[in-house]
């Protein structure tokens, strides 16, 4: 009987230790978002309440800030912005380039989870473009390394993962 009261919390001990270790991975958000621009601001003008891109090509794109949840610099800058929606509502993605990456690199810095033909980072399925190459191979449904960085296109799609 005394072995029984000994057993019975090093199994509870053992099977705490086992969950703690697997990794947890949420589910996948149920749908990539629709992108409604893409773009390489030369300018951002930001406004009391809106933001105003300067495009490439002399066009401008004007975005008024009530409604969007910024993903990126909290100050809607960046070199490459991305505003689209998802099942979260409307958003605005801004990426920059990195000292030290390719100079067609905007680069992502925060988790990403392979998602087979998207890569979720920010809670966002971003998709992964024709010619990918990780840097790193993960399984599906798994996360990348810690301090993986995910480099987007112009296009705004992700190109490669460069590893820490």
């Given amino acids: 009987m005394r072995g029984r009261t000994v057993a019975a919390p090093l199994l509870v001990v053992m099977g ?85 990456l390719p100079d067609d690199c905007y680069v992502e810095n925060e988790v990403g989870i392979d998602r087979g033909s998207h890569i979720e980072s920010r809670g966002v399925l971003w998709r992964k473009a024709p010619s990918f190459a990780a840097a790193v191979s993960v399984p599906t449904d798994h996360a990348y390394p810690a301090g993986t960085r995910f480099c987007f296109d112009a296009s705004g799609e992700i190109t490669t993962t460069i590893a820490r």
């Fill in 16 to 100: 705490a230790s086992l969950l703690g270790a697997c990794e947890s991975i949420p589910p996948p958000p149920a749908a990539p978002p629709a992108i409604e621009f893409v773009g390489i601001p030369g300018e951002n003008r930001i406004g009391p309440t809106a933001v105003t891109y300067v495009l490439a090509d002399g066009g401008t794109l004007e975005v008024e800030m009530a409604g969007y949840r910024v993903l990126g610099p909290a100050d809607w800058s960046g070199e490459l912005v991305i505003l689209g929606s998802d099942a979260e509502g409307l958003f605005v993605a801004s990426f920059m380039t990195q000292g030290g």
